[in-house]
């Protein structure tokens, strides 16, 4: 088995799914930034709460690494029900960026700042909940084909064998997400909040962290 083959061909064989993914992230972002104003007083509180209690520590990464892995599988197992939770959590993930872009720059009049804490992990962390999500609707269409092969009479091992790539695909990048995951949360737990402070430090004379 060739590894690199084999991720070339789960990725570029369903780029399609990639596709529609994209353009459901990208209509939440859009709403998150239209709509920022009016849902902040329901997500800042939140997200105030979450950065008070950061800490840059091996700890704090260990804990984003294992909320990471744990919304992937979730995701993956989850999607197996007509995909639902890896198109909602794809729309919910825009959205929440979405707002974010459109409250930091909106109130804090820096689109420095908002690029600083979501950039260095989040060129790793978005492609693996892509490829989580995509991974789950993947095991949706398995499940789907099988349940579709086996009342046209096939049995379960030929049903089986007529959707075995579509699993295959499914678990690659399901794999692919949770070692992106582990990269971004030791990114996001050590080297995001250090230059959130640096930044911000040299804008608003003050730590973020």
Known sequence: MNIKNEIKEAS???KK???VLL???ILGFILGAIIADDIAPILMPALKELVNGTNISSIDAFNIMIHNETTAIYVFLGS????????LGMFANGLVMGFMAGYTIKSMHSLMIYIIL???HGIIEIPAFFCSC????????FAFRLIK????KN????SYENNKKTIKHAVILLLISIVLFAIAALIEGFITPELGNIVNQQINGTKLF
């Open 80 to 87: 197996i029900i007509f995909g639902i939770y890896a198109i």
């Open 12 to 14: 570029v064989e369903n």
């Open 155 to 158: 049995t379960l091992k030929e």
């Open 23 to 25: 353009v459901i992230f």
């Open 17 to 19: 799914i990639f596709a």
């Open 149 to 152: 092969d086996i009342i046209n």
């Open 118 to 120: 979501i950039v260095p």
């Open 134 to 141: 995509t991974a789950g609707i993947l095991l949706f269409l």
